[in-house]
C-alpha cells in the first residue's frame, strides 16, 4: 500500500519561505490516475486545501493562497513539494500531503508534518 | 469563498443512529456529486469514508453512508459505536476557480 511521507523544517521564520516535500513510496506518482495535494490544519482548528498537481504538472492552487504558493513534481525521486512565500503566524499549521484519485477524494494522507512560524 | 458549514457537534448514545449536515451553496454542493468525507482521529491524519456523495471506499464500515439534497450533504453514522468517536469533516469540489472546500467540522460524542 502506498504510503507519503512529508519532510521539511518544523520551524520558519516570518517573512521567509516554507518549504516541504513529500515522499511516495511507490511509482504511481507516475499515474495519469492521480493528483497529488497538500492540505494543512491550523492548531485547534479546520482542514484549508492548499494545491494539487499532476505527474505531468500543471498544478492549481487555493485562490487565497495562490499569489504565495508554488508547487513542482519530480517523479524521477519520486516526491512532490510546497513552497510558501512570505509566511506569518496564521500560517503555522499541520502541513499534510495527499493522493487524489478519480472520485475527487484524498484517499491516501501523510501523517503531517507540524510547520511553526516564529522568530 | 468560505468553508462548508457543520454542526459544531453533535452527539448520541451507543446504538443510535446520527446524522452530520453539511452545508454548501449552488456553487459548490449543490452543482457537484463530488463530496466526501472524513474521519479524524486526535494527532491522526483524516480518513476517507465517503466519496462522491455515497461511495463507501473498500474496508470502511457499512455503518457510514452518505447522501445529498439539493446544497446540503449528509453523514449518517447507523448503529452508533464508541469507537465512531471523532471529528468529521465534509469536503466539496467547488468547480476550477475555488477547486475544493472542507467543512468546519464536527466532534462526534458518543454518550
Redesign the interface.
Known amino acids: 500500500q502506498v504510503q507519503l511521507q512529508e519532510s521539511g523544517p518544523g520551524l520558519v521564520k516570518p517573512s521567509e519561505t516554507l518549504s516541504l516535500i513529500c515522499t511516495v513510496s511507490d511509482d504511481s506518482i507516475t499515474s495519469s490516475t492521480y493528483y497529488w495535494g497538500w492540505i494543512r490544519q491550523s492548531p485547534g482548528n479546520g482542514l484549508e486545501w492548499i494545491g494539487n498537481i499532476y505527474y505531468s504538472g500543471s498544478p492549481y492552487y487555493n485562490p487565497t493562497l495562490k499569489s504565495r504558493v508554488s508547487m513542482s513534481i519530480d517523479t524521477s525521486k519520486k516526491h512532490f513539494s510546497l513552497s510558501l512565500r512570505s509566511v506569518t503566524a496564521a500560517d503555522t499549521a499541520v502541513y499534510y500531503c495527499a493522493r487524489r484519485d478519480y472520485s475527487d477524494a484524498f484517499h491516501v494522507w501523510g501523517q503531517g508534518t507540524l510547520v511553526t512560524v516564529s522568530s | 469563498?468560505s468553508?462548508l458549514t457543520q454542526p459544531a457537534s453533535v452527539s448520541g448514545s451507543p446504538g443510535q443512529s446520527i446524522t452530520i449536515s453539511c452545508t454548501g451553496s449552488s456553487s459548490d454542493v449543490g452543482s457537484y456529486n463530488?463530496v466526501?468525507w472524513?474521519q479524524q482521529f486526535p494527532g491522526k491524519?483524516?480518513?476517507?469514508i465517503i466519496?462522491?456523495v455515497n461511495?463507501r471506499?473498500s474496508g470502511v464500515s457499512d455503518r457510514f453512508s452518505g447522501s445529498k439534497s439539493g446544497n446540503t450533504a449528509s453523514l449518517t453514522i447507523s448503529g452508533l459505536q464508541a469507537e465512531d468517536e471523532a471529528v468529521y469533516?465534509c469536503?466539496s469540489?467547488a468547480g476550477?476557480?475555488?477547486?475544493?472546500?472542507?467543512?468546519?467540522?464536527t466532534t462526534v460524542t458518543v454518550l
Not at chain 2, 491524519?45 to 476517507?48: C, G, I, N
Not at chain 2, 476550477?96 to 467540522?105: E, P, Q
Open positions: 469563498q468553508a463530488l466526501s472524513y491524519a483524516p480518513k476517507v466519496s462522491e461511495k471506499p469533516y469536503c469540489w476550477s476557480i475555488t477547486f475544493y472546500l472542507f467543512g468546519t467540522g
